[in-house]
C-alpha cells in the first residue's frame, strides 16, 4: 500500500522522517494484539471487552498523535490538525470505553471513536492521495474504521463477544495494512541510508 517514499508532486513540508516506520509499526502492534485478543478469548465479559477496547483504541490514538511530526506535518498544518484530531478521538474513546463497561457504551463510544477517526484520516489521505507515503493507507484506514463503525451498532444485542469480534476483526484487516506499510517504510529508510 506505501508509496515510494518521496513521491512525485509531493507536498511542500510533508518529508517524512527516516523513522516514520516505529509508530507505524506500534499502531499495527496494537491493532494486532487487540485483534489476537479478540480471537483467541472465547467468552469474554463486559469488562474484559471494555479493558481490551479500551486499550486498544487509546494505543491506537497515542501512537497516531506520536505519528503526525514523524509523516512530516507540523501540529498546526491542516494535515497536522486532522491527523491529531483522529489519534485524540480515539485515545478520547478508549479511555471512555475503559471507564465505562457495557455493551451499549462499547458499541456506541468505540463507533464514534472509530467512525469520526475513520473520517479524518480519510479526509487526510484524500487529501494528499499521490503526495504523501501514507496517503493510501490512510485512506484504506479510514474505510476500515468507518466500515467497524457502521458495523458496531448492529452488535450490540449480541454482547460481548460479538462486539469484540466486530472490533477485533476491523483491527485484524488495518493491523495487517500498517504493518505491510511500516516494513514497506523500514526497507525504504534502510535503503536510502546506504545510498551515497
Request: hydrophobic residues 55%; positive net charge.
Amino acid at each position: 500500500m506505501t508509496q515510494p517514499s518521496t513521491p512525485a508532486g509531493a507536498a511542500p513540508g510533508t518529508a517524512p522522517r527516516n523513522d516514520l516506520w516505529k509508530p507505524v509499526l506500534l499502531r499495527s502492534a496494537a491493532a494486532l494484539v487487540f485483534g489476537a485478543v479478540t480471537v483467541f478469548w472465547t467468552s469474554p465479559s463486559v469488562e474484559v471487552m471494555g479493558w481490551a477496547g479500551g486499550l486498544y483504541l487509546l494505543a491506537a490514538g497515542v501512537v497516531s498523535l506520536r505519528t503526525v511530526p514523524a509523516a512530516g506535518f507540523a501540529q498546526n498544518s491542516a494535515p497536522g490538525k486532522l491527523l491529531s484530531a483522529a489519534g485524540a478521538i480515539l485515545a478520547g474513546a478508549g479511555f471512555a470505553v475503559l471507564l465505562l463497561h457495557s455493551d451499549l457504551l462499547f458499541g456506541v463510544i468505540a463507533a464514534l471513536g472509530l467512525g469520526v477517526a475513520g473520517v479524518l484520516e480519510l479526509a487526510c489521505g484524500l487529501q494528499y492521495k499521490g503526495r504523501h507515503v501514507l496517503a493510501r493507507d490512510w485512506i484504506a484506514s479510514g474505510v476500515i474504521g468507518i466500515g467497524t463503525a457502521v458495523l458496531l451498532p448492529f452488535f450490540i444485542n449480541l454482547g460481548a463477544h460479538a462486539l469484540l469480534g466486530v472490533a477485533g476483526g476491523g483491527a485484524i484487516i488495518s493491523g495487517v495494512l500498517w504493518v505491510l506499510s511500516g516494513l514497506t517504510l523500514r526497507h525504504d529508510a534502510r535503503a536510502g541510508a546506504g545510498k551515497p
